[in-house]
């Protein structure tokens, strides 16, 4: 795996917000395949569920979920966000000659795998202006770049990079006003990671550049974001908001405190630095949370954060974070977010983001799951439920709301309809042959149940 997603808990000053994102040649997506943030649906059904722009017109929704089998290849469309944020943010990095890393192409095809892998997103700015921002990239260099706004609903370029454009031959929209324009730069880089990074460029491709690097958030299944409490002003009075939470939903724990902690360093830095530039460039201390627990006749014992259940300590590593997000706009990507947690837990925080009197400034929640109560009209609408599927290896995703609307309505059973198979994006499984083969394996033979007239029910 190639790309990670970020799990460092960043700045939060949320600006802007995803309108749709188009995906070509990664991974094992082989086709272009665009997922809308839309609304495209009846605005009379969870009319809460949506963030209006009144100068833009976009309805936009606050939460789109993802479904699929295992290995339908649901990982890799969030993944490809986190490739875009490389590409927008950390590609200027890479020095003359490196290689491109998140470059990962569908390879079950001899006319993808040297092919360019291609993303295009379209969002509103702080100003809920519309912008397109389009990247395509091999191995060793940027194919082509192009950033388009929409400053008077009239598309304008920013600026555009062909093939065979240097830092010096890019060419400038226009409206492209405020600073230094032409920032150098290696094949490698995009324009954007370069020109974002310089306090020197025009206002408007910092404020791009600084959406990728701070207010687009992702979590990976089997990772936690990490509470800094030098960023936090007020580290007390959050502790004492997530223990009421984390009491809020069942886990027995009354508070939580925080205290620093000395950390062993390699023997080498003990022996080799000097005290002086040891406190100046060297933290050897780490922020340790404590858990408070009331038992039996009001007895309390303290447990340290490795003694709580993964669950407990998944909730309580998101909770600050999501909080942030609801006073200043951010998007989180979260793969499998109901990994570890209970789907109560889960629809918690999917609920959250949907409620209007709670998520008032746009935040959007991007993540993938295989927790069916959530696919229920009563919680989601069809425009925010997506499928992802394979076939030959290549996924493509669609979205519930792609069926025939006078088939599948609002008071149609969603989950029960996908159980079903009707949406696709299901495993097929042939339990026959699985037992067979254990059977085989084990030196057994298999009984044809049709001899004694016996039907099994699961493998009907």
Same mark, same amino acid.
């Given at each position: 795996?190639?790309?990670?997603?970020?799990?460092?808990?960043?700045?939060?000053?949320?600006?802007?917000? #995803?309108?749709?994102?188009?995906?070509? /040649?990664?991974?094992?997506?082989? /086709?272009?395949?665009?997922?809308?943030?839309?609304?495209?649906?009846?605005?009379?059904?969870?009319?809460?569920?949506?963030?209006?722009?009144?100068?833009?017109?976009?309805?936009?929704?606050?939460?789109?979920?993802?479904?699929?089998?295992?290995?339908?290849?649901?990982?890799?469309?969030?993944?490809?966000?986190?490739?875009?944020?490389?590409?927008?943010?950390?590609?200027?990095?890479?020095?003359?000659? @490196?290689?491109?890393?998140?470059?990962?192409? &569908?390879?079950?095809?001899?006319?993808?795998?040297?092919?360019?892998?291609?993303?295009?997103?379209?969002?509103?700015?702080?100003?809920?202006?519309?912008?397109?921002?389009?990247?395509?990239?091999?191995?060793?260099?940027?194919?082509?770049?192009?950033?388009?706004?929409?400053?008077?609903?009239? =598309?304008?370029?920013?600026?555009?990079? $062909?093939?065979?454009?240097?830092?010096?031959?890019?060419?400038?929209? $226009?409206?492209?006003?405020?600073?230094?324009?032409?920032?150098?730069?290696?094949?490698?880089?995009?324009?954007?990671?370069?020109?974002?990074?310089?306090?020197?460029?025009?206002?408007?491709?910092?404020?791009?550049?600084?959406?990728?690097?701070? @207010?687009?958030? $992702?979590?990976?299944?089997?990772?936690?974001?990490?509470?800094?409490?030098?960023?936090?002003?007020?580290?007390?009075?959050?502790?004492? =908001? +997530?223990? =009421?939470?984390?009491?809020?939903?069942?886990?027995?724990?009354?508070?939580?405190?925080?205290?620093?902690?000395?950390?062993?360093?390699?023997?080498?830095?003990?022996?080799?630095?000097?005290?002086?530039?040891?406190?100046? &460039?060297?933290? %050897?201390?780490? @922020?340790?949370?404590?858990?408070?627990?009331?038992?039996?006749?009001?007895?309390?014992?303290?447990?340290?954060?490795?003694?709580?259940?993964?669950?407990?300590?998944?909730?309580?590593?998101?909770?600050?974070?999501?909080?942030?997000?609801?006073? @200043?706009?951010?998007?989180?990507?979260?793969?499998?977010?109901?990994?570890?947690?209970?789907?109560?837990?889960?629809?918690?925080?999917?609920?959250? #983001? %949907?409620?209007?009197?709670?998520?008032?400034?746009?935040?959007?929640?991007?993540?993938?799951?295989?927790?069916?109560?959530?696919?229920?009209?009563?919680?989601?609408?069809?425009?925010?439920?997506?499928?992802?599927?394979?076939?030959?290896?290549?996924?493509?995703?669609?979205?519930?709301?792609?069926?025939?609307?006078?088939?599948?309505?609002?008071?149609?059973?969603?989950?029960?309809? &996908?159980?079903?198979?009707?949406?696709?994006?299901?495993?097929?499984?042939? &339990?026959?042959?699985?037992?067979?083969?254990?059977?085989?394996?084990?030196?057994?033979?298999?009984?044809?149940?049709? +001899?004694? $007239?016996?039907?099994?029910?699961?493998?009907?």
């Amino acid at each position: 795996m190639k790309v990670a997603f970020l799990v460092i808990l960043l700045s939060l000053e949320g600006l802007l917000m #995803f309108l749709s994102a188009s995906i070509e /040649n990664f991974r094992s997506i082989k /086709n272009r395949s665009t997922i809308s943030f839309l609304a495209s649906g009846s605005k009379e059904h969870h009319p809460g569920h949506i963030y209006s722009s009144e100068k833009s017109g976009h309805n936009v929704l606050k939460s789109s979920g993802f479904y699929g089998a295992n290995a339908s290849g649901k990982s890799n469309f969030l993944l490809a966000f986190e490739a875009i944020r490389y590409m927008t943010v950390g590609s200027g990095n890479l020095k003359e000659g @490196d290689k491109i890393p998140c470059y990962e192409p &569908y390879r079950l095809s001899k006319n993808t795998k040297n092919s360019p892998t291609t993303f295009e997103i379209e969002f509103l700015s702080r100003d809920e202006v519309k912008y397109v921002y389009k990247i395509s990239y091999d191995e060793s260099k940027v194919v082509e770049e192009i950033l388009d706004f929409y400053p008077n609903k009239v =598309k304008s370029n920013v600026f555009y990079r $062909g093939i065979d454009d240097s830092w010096e031959t890019i060419k400038f929209g $226009g409206n492209y006003k405020g600073g230094t324009k032409k920032v150098a730069f290696f094949e490698n880089n995009t324009y954007l990671s370069k020109a974002g990074d310089n306090a020197s460029t025009p206002q408007m491709i910092r404020d791009v550049y600084n959406f990728f690097r701070q @207010d687009c958030i $992702g979590l990976r299944t089997s990772e936690r974001f990490k509470i800094n409490s030098s960023s936090v002003d007020n580290i007390n009075d959050v502790m004492d =908001k +997530i223990s =009421k939470v984390l009491c809020y939903v069942d886990t027995g724990i009354k508070g939580i405190t925080m205290t620093e902690v000395d950390v062993e360093l390699p023997e080498f830095i003990e022996k080799n630095i000097p005290d002086e530039v040891r406190k100046i &460039y060297i933290d %050897n201390t780490k @922020d340790k949370f404590l858990f408070t627990h009331v038992g039996e006749d009001g007895v309390e014992a303290v447990f340290d954060e490795e003694d709580e259940s993964d669950g407990t300590r998944k909730i309580f590593s998101m909770m600050h974070p999501l909080m942030e997000a609801f006073k @200043d706009r951010t998007v989180f990507i979260f793969d499998e977010l109901d990994n570890g947690l209970h789907p109560h837990i889960a629809d918690m925080v999917i609920r959250l #983001f %949907n409620d209007k009197t709670v998520n008032k400034v746009g935040s959007q929640l991007i993540f993938s799951t295989h927790n069916m109560q959530i696919m229920s009209s009563e919680k989601m609408r069809r425009d925010q439920i997506w499928f992802v599927e394979k076939n030959e290896g290549n996924s493509r995703c669609y979205s519930l709301d792609d069926f025939d609307k006078k088939k599948v309505k609002p008071t149609t059973p969603y989950h029960v309809w &996908y159980d079903d198979g009707r949406f696709g994006g299901v495993p097929t499984i042939n &339990y026959t042959k699985i037992k067979s083969l254990i059977l085989d394996l084990n030196g057994e033979q298999d009984v044809d149940p049709d +001899i004694f $007239g016996i039907v099994d029910s699961e493998e009907e």
